[in-house]
């Protein structure tokens, strides 16, 4: 079984700043990608930003140049720093691995939520 466990979600004023982080642990092989997803009330969830074991990165239109995702290979965590957050950021913020094992199989695995609520 793989956990993954987030932290840094909280409260903070509109032009603030967050960073997320998720670390991932138990049966790991290989961790193919991980990224954040989020879910406001009411919205479906949707993804946020993407980055593969290589380093290459995906973002949603909406963050694109205020989050950066980034990884430590090393510590098997996965990070999220979100600059000039705005309002409509506020979300449950949702960790997401893609784990190879040794037989070559995938699979996914979701963190448990951190809440960012950015005031106005």
């Known amino acids: 079984q793989v956990q993954l466990v987030e932290s840094g979600g909280g409260l903070v004023q509109a032009g603030g700043s967050l960073r997320l982080s998720c670390a991932a642990s138990?049966?790991?092989?290989?961790?193919?990608?991980m990224g954040w997803y989020r879910q406001a009330p009411g919205k479906q969830r949707e993804l946020v930003a993407t980055?593969?074991?290589?380093?290459?990165?995906n973002y949603a239109n909406s963050v694109k140049g205020r989050f950066t995702i980034s990884r430590d290979n090393a510590k098997n965590t996965v990070y999220l720093q979100m600059n000039s957050l705005k309002p409509e950021d506020t979300a449950v913020y949702y960790c997401?691995?893609?784990?190879?094992?040794?037989?070559?199989?995938?699979?996914?695995?979701w963190g448990q939520g951190t809440q960012v609520t950015v005031s106005s």
């Open positions: 980055i593969t074991s290589g380093g290459s990165t």
């Open positions: 997401h691995a893609l784990i190879g094992t040794i037989q070559g199989y995938q699979y996914q695995y």
């Open positions: 138990g049966s790991i092989f290989s961790i193919n990608a």
